[in-house]
Each structure stands twice: as C-alpha cells, then as structure tokens.
C-alpha cells in the first residue's frame, strides 16, 4: 500500500501572481530538498476555475509509508516553505492522508 496526502489551499484575496508562482516554483524542488518522496509521485498545481466553489491549489503526493510522509512533514525545507510562502498567502487549508492501493 502507499501512502497519498492531499493538501488544499485557499489564498487571501491579497495574494499576488507572483507570491503564487514563487508557491510553485518552490513545490517543484519539494521532492529533491527533502529527499522523502523516492519513488512516490509528487504533484501540484492551481484550480481550473470550472467549479466556482473548488480550493484554489492542491498538492498530491505519494510515499511508500506513512514514515516517508512524516520525513516529509517535518523536513526542515519543507517548514521552512510553509513559514515563508504558504502561510503569508493562505486564508484555508485542508488535508487528507490515506492508503491507496499500489
């Protein structure tokens, strides 16, 4: 079985385009800073705007176990991006981890 988080945001109307693309371009050196995801899948990007009610940006992410998850969590580049570019630009946030079949 592995291992799958799903993280939600909602930004603050204040949030600029640049503020989001730093976002992004941060998530994509995730996998390697923290060196947690191995062979999972690592993926991110804003919603489509097709549902008026949808979250505004997702992270998927996939790890052989829930230790490779927490290695993740609590890594110190990891923290150090949610401190920097999430927090300052995020009104919501949701989270789910589960089990899904290999």
Do not use: C, K
Not at 28 to 51: E, F, K, Q
């Amino acid at each position: 079985m592995a291992f799958r988080h799903v993280v939600m945001f909602r930004f603050t109307d204040d949030a600029t385009d640049e503020q989001r693309a730093a976002l992004a371009r941060a998530l994509d050196g995730v996998p390697s800073a923290t060196g947690a995801v191995g062979d999972g899948d690592y993926r991110h990007g804003p919603d489509l705007g097709i549902n008026p009610t949808s979250w505004d940006y997702v992270v998927v992410a996939d790890f052989a176990s829930a230790d490779e998850y927490m290695t993740y969590r609590d890594h110190p580049d990891h923290q150090a991006l949610i401190r920097d570019l999430v927090t300052p630009i995020v009104v919501d946030r949701a989270s789910v981890q589960y089990e899904v079949p290999d």
